[in-house]
């Protein structure tokens, strides 16, 4: 597992990336700075589908690499007993 050596605060800052990526595919614009990252990401699992839909062409290609990372990131936090993650 790739993520099989990170604590959970890397896999939480992990999380963060992967998130932050995934709003700059799809042209989010960043929320507000006080606003909790790590539970706007575990958030954006919910909208995966949409986001699907949003996104064209290559972006979708994208967005599935992203989507298999943070995947593996949460199955590596729930192994690893994080809360958050």
Do not use: H
């Not at 604590?7 to 999380?15: A, F, I």
């Not at 062409?57 to 599935?64: A, M, P, T, V």
């Amino acid at each position: 597992m790739q993520y099989a050596n990170y604590d959970c605060d890397q896999l939480r800052q992990e999380m963060i990336r992967v998130s932050s990526q995934v709003q700059q595919v799809t042209g989010q614009q960043q929320r507000k700075a006080n606003n909790d990252k790590v539970a706007m990401g575990v958030g954006l699992v919910l909208f995966w589908p949409a986001l699907f839909f949003m996104a064209g062409g290559d972006k979708k290609n994208e967005l599935s690499r992203l989507k298999g990372e943070y995947d593996a990131l949460q199955a590596a936090g729930i192994q690893k007993k994080c809360t958050g993650a």
